[in-house]
């Protein structure tokens, strides 16, 4: 079914009381990043396994069959949860491998300055709009798959909120801002599926806005991350069952 869209992981910087020097030790790793970064690895064992015990490539066909981002799929038959799944999926150890560390250091960034639901809100959000344009975008016979579209979409709000709203974390602006244009040039050169990514920078800025319009209150910046990272917990759960449902029923 088509090709594999991926993306590698990088690595930014982030500067709040000497955090950058802190943020690369194990125990400063945010409890609810480690926790997404397991579940990617559990769904990647899930992959492998239906594959045949493969690692290093899974084939379009396992990916399409588990919850892939297929256009043919997910806008022609209606299949929207694949907008959710798609991004807790990897093509290969090497791609989990880039898209772990890459979440594992800016999601805990944002998780100890901003609180874990605006990791876990804006990935979920982020990885619906990435597929969504990215499914739009793709011939109908691709297969899109990989966190990096949530990814990218928590890089554009850090770095739209280090621009909008720098008292409420204090990210280096210039190094998320550098990152975004490196790994967009090289998703262009590798062929990589930058529709999703650039699907993801728009969620994540529009995140960053509805930070900014609260920063005045840092209280209910937090409440609004907390109410944020349930409705993406539903969101995530409520696809992953409907991903199982239709492999089970297949």
Request: proline fraction near 4%; aromatic fraction near 8%.
């Amino acid at each position: 079914m088509g090709d594999t869209a991926q993306v590698d992981g990088g690595r930014m910087s982030y500067e709040n009381q000497n955090a950058r020097a802190r943020i690369r030790q194990p125990s400063q790793y945010g409890p609810l990043t480690i926790a997404l970064c397991v579940v990617f690895g559990v769904v990647f064992l899930i992959e492998s396994y239906v594959d045949g015990g493969g690692l290093w490539n899974i084939t379009p066909r396992t990916l399409g069959e588990l919850g892939g981002n297929a256009p043919v799929l997910t806008l022609g038959q209606g299949e929207l949860w694949r907008l959710v799944t798609a991004a807790l999926m990897h093509g290969g150890l090497l791609h989990i491998a880039f898209n772990t560390y890459a979440m594992l250091i800016i999601g805990s960034a944002i998780e100890r300055t901003l609180g874990p639901g605006w990791v876990l809100g804006p990935f979920v959000f982020s990885g619906i709009t990435g597929s969504a344009l990215s499914a739009y975008a793709n011939p109908s016979n691709v297969v899109a798959i990989g966190a990096s579209g949530g990814i990218f979409g928590l890089v554009a709000m850090a770095a739209a909120i280090s621009f909008l709203a720098p008292r409420l974390a204090g990210f280096s602006r210039n190094v998320l801002v550098q990152w975004l244009v490196f790994a967009l040039a090289i998703g262009v050169v590798a062929g990589f599926d930058n529709w999703g990514h650039a699907g993801g920078i728009v969620g994540g800025a529009l995140c960053a806005l509805i930070a900014a319009a609260l920063k005045q209150r840092p209280d209910v910046v937090r409440k609004a991350g907390m109410a944020g990272g349930a409705v993406g917990v539903i969101v995530m759960v409520a696809s992953v069952v409907f991903a199982a449902r239709n492999f089970l029923a297949g």
